[in-house]
């Protein structure tokens, strides 16, 4: 046991209010599992002794910040800040059919309807395998609850926005409920570059014949540390499109979970992580067909720099009912040195006869002859590698749906590109 989860465990049994249910269960789980050991294979590739006699504080007040802006992005922003909510729910200007409650304001006064809602999702999507998940039921009493009625198509974009600013520990939870026949665009935008620890996991339910537009952006970086997830449960011909775009940083993790729980139920998941020098990065998936004629499609590019170490971990289990499967999973990654580092494990597990499914994972090293090319025509080492790079996931940006998103992401990865160039 790390002394860091000791207090955590010691904080968490202070917490009283009405998700104890859940959170005793999550307790009892991190007392009986203890802290990872090194032979675990879900933290077998990814250092996290630098977490083990971490002290355990969280914050009480936010120091000020500054937004990050999206250009051309209308969108509705809740901010939290050090892992404390900064925007006045109550405030929020919000479409016919949309609901947003505070958690902290549910745990001190919302009415029994609202915790009944919030009980019935809380912890009930994310797999309980995740030791930073439970640490996040223990002690999470920041974060929201959105609700969408049924026949509701709401175009303005949610956007989730934690940012980082102190030495301190954050854990904030999302939680959404799409009715049937609904629309939601929803974004989860994470910053910080000060040595921080924050976790931050997200749970959906999307209901039949439900859309749901996600993208989740972890722009942590240099000394911030941070592990999070974002979880799906799909009824039934629910349509799931999600974009994961990560930088890394001291300890980045992000665990992602798509359950088809209804038929004809479509997943489409694509990731781009991208590690400067001696950055860390663990990207683990796991694909649930629980049930049959359901759809799932999930690309995952990185190029990580010099002495940096990336983790890709994706597994797809086709259950025993699950006929008429459709699934593919591929894993991309491009090494800008022979000092940089990729363990990639893509995974099919199938119990039933009647589906299509593939797998594959490649790893490659920057094309001398290529770059070579661009520099006989005149264009400078730093431009050609930004120029390459950028075709490596430009299949990935340009699928992305929302024009503002790809606009706003298009400098910033060119400029990340250029501070990953190996000197």
């Keep these: 046991m790390s002394q860091w989860l000791n207090n955590v465990i010691d904080d968490a049994k202070g917490v009283d209010d009405f998700l104890a249910p859940m959170r005793q269960q999550s307790l009892s789980k991190l007392q ?11 933290w077998r590739f990814t250092p996290i002794s630098s977490l083990k006699e971490r002290m355990s504080s969280a914050s009480q007040t936010a120091l000020s910040y500054d937004v990050p802006q999206i250009d051309g992005l209308d969108s509705i922003d809740i901010v939290f800040v050090d892992g404390l909510l ?32 919030i009980s019935a999702l809380f912890g009930h999507v994310k797999p309980s395998r995740h030791i930073f998940g439970l640490v996040n039921d223990a002690l999470c009493e920041q974060g929201v609850y959105i609700a969408l009625d049924d026949n509701c198509h ?15 520990d954050a854990h904030t939870r999302v939680l959404v409920n799409i009715g049937n026949h609904s629309g939601l665009k929803v974004i989860e935008h994470g910053v910080g570059s000060s040595a921080s620890f924050t976790t931050a996991f997200a749970e959906y339910v999307i209901g039949k014949e439900a859309k ?40 980045s993790r992000i665990d992602v979970d798509i ?66 499967t459709l699934a593919e999973l591929n894993n ?23 589906v299509q499914c593939a797998h594959g994972a490649t790893v ?51 400029e990340r590109f250029a501070s990953m160039e190996v000197k």
């Design 32 to 42: 009986t599992e203890g802290w990872p050991h090194a032979r675990s294979e879900e």
């Design 86 to 117: 900064q925007t006045d729910i109550n405030q929020l200007s919000l479409p016919n059919g949309l609901s947003v409650c505070s958690i902290h304001d549910a745990i001190n006064n919302a009415s029994n309807s609202v915790r009944e809602q």
């Design 154 to 168: 709401v175009d303005t974009p949610l956007r989730i926005v934690n940012i980082a600013t102190k030495d301190c």
């Design 212 to 251: 749901l537009e996600h993208y989740r952006f972890a722009f942590f970086t240099a000394a911030a540390k941070q592990v999070g997830g974002s979880h799906f449960s799909l009824q039934e011909s629910a349509n799931l499109n999600s974009t994961f775009v990560s930088y890394g940083s001291d300890l």
């Design 259 to 324: 359950i088809h729980a209804g038929q004809h139920a479509k997943a489409k998941m694509n990731a781009i992580y991208l590690l400067a020098e001696g950055e860390i990065f663990d990207m683990h998936s796991t694909i649930e067909h629980a049930v049959p004629n359901g759809t799932t499609q999930e690309n995952a590019r990185g190029i990580i720099g010099d002495r940096a170490r990336a983790v890709f971990s994706g597994r797809i289990h086709i259950h025993r009912d699950a006929q008429k």
């Design 332 to 354: 991309r990654n491009l090494l800008l040195s022979r000092r940089a580092i990729i363990n990639t494990k893509p995974e099919l597990e199938i119990y039933a006869d009647d």
């Design 364 to 414: 490659a090293e920057i094309e001398e002859q290529a770059l070579y090319y661009l520099m006989s025509r005149g264009i400078k080492r730093s431009k050609a590698l930004v120029m390459l790079n950028f075709g490596f996931i430009q299949e990935l940006v340009n699928a992305i749906n929302n024009e503002p998103i790809k606009q706003w992401l298009l400098p910033m990865l060119n």
